[in-house]
């Protein structure tokens, strides 16, 4: 069976917390050997860390934009602490997520700048490297890269094809999900099959960013059928769609999205190699 590293999966995120450990069971049984479960704030940084801990996957520390404006300014301080607190845990492999939302209405565009560049610098300090969100911001989260260089993943990456070159020019990864399974998402699926196969990671953002299999239409949603929820055992599936997409092997764009993984985040390759 293939191996499968999901990049990006919020296992702490209320949706799974009657049910964290059947969610991730059948994602191992789907062939998902490893996850990253991104903190978002102070007030989950030990969440992330034990559910990494108990599973056997990997854990990044950051502060999310979405959550700047309720972020205490020391929150970074805290996060500079943590940081150096868990150095030597091999389960700690990035610093994230975070970057810079414009999308959403009502943040603080400076204080997401402030946040994002601070958190560069100490994922800097620390050696680590970072997971970006990237939401109609890629030319400022670029212009701050190119200041404070950091290498790792662009989450989720919806922006245009020269934006995603520049993002790998500068050493990172670009995570697709379940976004691309959307016949509809025609530009998308033009940079998954366009963009160099060692520029990939695959991820599914669970609970969020659903495939098409799982999405509900605001109608399906008024008619009663609710949002289903993603789960990291979704990860296969989306990575058939996208090998389809370019022509290869299910198994062989595990195997290179493994590897390119391992290359974004070097703390994955040996928890790939240790046994669970």
């Known amino acids: 069976m293939p191996f499968w590293i999901d990049t990006h999966c919020h296992l702490d995120a209320p949706e799974f917390a009657h049910d964290a450990g059947a969610v991730r069971a059948r994602a191992a049984d789907a062939g998902v050997g490893l996850c990253v479960l991104p903190a978002v704030e102070v007030g989950n940084f030990e969440a992330v860390r034990a559910l990494a801990h108990r599973h056997g996957d990997a854990y990044a520390l950051g502060i999310h934009p979405l959550c700047t404006g309720r972020a205490a300014d020391g929150d970074l301080d805290r996060l500079d602490e943590a940081l150096a607190r868990h150095r030597g845990d091999p389960r700690l492999v990035a610093v994230g997520e975070i970057g810079l939302d414009y999308f959403v209405p009502g943040l603080d565009p400076e204080r997401q700048e402030t946040f994002y560049r ?159």
């Open 118 to 276: 601070r958190q560069l610098e100490l994922a800097r300090r620390h050696g680590l490297p970072v997971l970006l969100h990237v939401r109609r911001s890629a030319d400022r989260l670029l212009k701050h890269l190119r200041d404070l260089p950091c290498e790792g993943i662009a989450h989720a990456f919806n922006g245009s094809a020269q934006q995603a070159d520049e993002f790998v020019r500068l050493g990172f990864r670009l995570g697709f999900g379940g976004t691309v399974t959307f016949d509809r998402a025609l530009q998308i699926r033009r940079l998954a099959t366009a963009l160099p196969l060692s520029a990939l990671v695959v991820e599914t953002d669970s609970p969020d960013i659903q495939p098409h299999w799982l999405y509900r239409t605001a109608q399906e949603r008024a008619d009663g059928r609710p949002q289903a929820r993603n789960e990291p055992g979704e990860l296969p599936r989306i990575g058939a769609v996208l090998a389809g997409l370019r022509g290869i092997d299910a198994a062989e764009l595990a195997e290179a999205t493994t590897r390119n993984a391992h290359a974004a985040l070097p703390k994955l390759a040996a928890l790939s190699a240790a046994p669970t």
